[in-house]
């Protein structure tokens, strides 16, 4: 694979449910892009996992990428989880589906064209690129 991206994550809601928003920043060779966007009606790890899917909807070759996140969920998930509920017919050890499936399916879907790794950053560590996502991320949730 030709390129290296780093790929920093954050998904907001406020509340349990309610509105909320996502963003990303993909950084490659010097260069920068940020995808952001919000939902009415969702969940804090429903907005992790969008972010993490629309940045990698977003590359257009095959690249190697990490990706930076506060989410457990989302790293565990890449790191740990997808492929073994993929290869058990998208089925958890308990044989329930894993929460937001369609997600999972996505992001599964595109570590068959890009060698993905995830990396776990403690929220409000002071990590600066975190930070700016997260300014993205609240910005994107709908009034």
Known sequence: ??????????????????????????????KSKS???GAKNTTNHR???????????????????????????VVQGI???????????????SGDEPVHLDLWKQIYDYAETHKISAVWIKGCSGDDLLSFVNKIARAAVPS
């Not at 991206?5 to 060779?29: E, K, P």
């Not at 907005?47 to 629309?54: C, N, P, S």
């Not at 740990?80 to 958890?92: E, F, G, N």
Request: charged share 15%; glycine share 10%; with cysteine.
């Open 1 to 30: 694979m030709k390129y290296n991206v780093t790929i920093h994550t954050d998904g907001i809601c406020r509340g349990d449910s309610g509105n909320g928003g996502y963003a990303a920043l993909m950084q490659c060779n010097g």
């Open 35 to 37: 995808v952001s966007g």
């Open 47 to 73: 907005m992790e996992l969008t972010a993490v899917a629309e940045s990698l909807k977003a590359l257009k070759t095959p690249c190697n990428v990490v990706v930076f996140s506060n989410s457990r969920l």
């Open 79 to 93: 790191t740990m989880w997808m492929h073994k509920w993929a290869q058990q017919s998208w089925r958890r050890s």
